[in-house]
């Protein structure tokens, strides 16, 4: 079945220390992948997103992600988390052939602590 | 300049009644959705729209009926609201491959 796992449903860290928001995909095809922020009371904005060239993508505001295909894993990370990063993250994939079709993962609130 | 805007932001109505929730976008993307997010966050997809002709209708109720006059606009009616139905409501569009979505920034709505 075709699914995105997000590992965690909160993660807290500190500010000025590194984040890492985990991301696994199950897919028959060779998937499109994609990283959206929600901040409070605010619509999704797309951070980054991988599809199918370079595997370390660069997004907004610091973030990055890596598709490893051998481990299934498009891990979200910023080296020193800020604290206007505290929002929701949805690990997003277009895991299907056909119409656009595409599958959220459930979110990871990330909280930073000043 | 908003990419695609939804209207109203907040919807606050009692049960039984009809109400509609529009989406536009100025993008010249050719494919709209709705998503339905509950309180736990989760983004559900309810109908996609390609061109004016409907791609994906997910189990939803058929009191939810959308309707789209033109590729940039998705309006989205509810009839006999429910309790059930409190829930955001996000409009997004992208383009055909693997684009991803550009999102509206919500329609709370709240039945009460």
């Known amino acids: 079945a075709q699914s995105v796992t997000q590992l965690d449903s909160h993660v807290s860290v500190s500010e000025g220390t590194p984040v890492l928001l985990r991301c696994n995909y199950s897919s028959s095809y060779s998937p499109s992948l994609f990283w959206y922020v929600q901040h409070p009371n605010k619509g999704l904005q797309l951070l980054l997103k991988y599809t199918s060239a370079a595997t370390l993508v660069k997004g907004i505001n610091g973030f990055e992600a890596e598709f490893k295909k051998s481990e299934t894993s498009f891990h979200l990370t910023k080296p020193s988390a800020h604290m206007s990063d505290a929002a929701e993250y949805f690990c997003?994939?277009?895991?299907?052939?056909?119409?656009?079709?595409?599958?959220f993962g459930t979110g990871t609130k990330l909280q930073v602590i000043p | 300049d908003t990419a695609v805007s939804q209207t109203p932001k907040y919807l606050v109505t009692q049960m039984g009644n009809d109400k509609s929730i529009k989406c536009e976008q100025n993008l010249g993307h050719d494919t709209m959705y709705w998503y339905k997010q509950d309180s736990k966050k989760f983004l559900k997809i309810m109908f996609s729209?390609?061109?004016?002709?409907?791609?994906i209708n997910e189990t939803v109720p058929n009191r939810f009926s959308p309707k789209s006059p033109d590729k940039a606009h998705l309006n989205l009616h509810i009839n006999s609201l429910e309790l059930g139905d409190s829930a955001v409501y996000f409009c997004?569009?992208?383009?055909?491959?693997?684009?991803?979505?550009?999102f509206g920034s919500g329609t709370r709505l709240t039945v009460v």
């Open positions: 729209y390609n061109n004016k002709e409907l791609i």
């Open positions: 997003v994939g277009t895991l299907a052939g056909g119409y656009q079709k595409v599958t």
């Open positions: 997004a569009s992208s383009q055909r491959g693997p684009y991803g979505y550009t």
